[in-house]
């Protein structure tokens, strides 16, 4: 549904921790509802994002579809 995602990883552990030092992406984006000391990764990657949160569009919705 998103061209611009190279690839997307899930996980069943508490947080992306240990996956994110295994594969080492360049960006991370999250949404702005968290601050950025608050994500996980933050210090892995080269850039992170804070998307805008857009009424009645989420992640978990899409994964429904």
Partial sequence: AFEFVDF???FDEDTPQEILEKI?????V????????????AD???EV???PMVDGVST???IGR
């Avoid at 080492?24 to 991370?28: A, D, G, I, Q, S």
């Fill in 8 to 10: 997307v990883v899930s």
């Fill in 49 to 51: 994002y804070r998307a």
């Fill in 24 to 28: 080492r992406p360049e960006v991370l």
């Fill in 30 to 41: 999250k949404g702005s509802q968290y601050e950025l000391e608050n994500i996980i990764g």
């Fill in 44 to 46: 892995i990657v080269q």
């Fill in 60 to 62: 978990t919705s899409l």
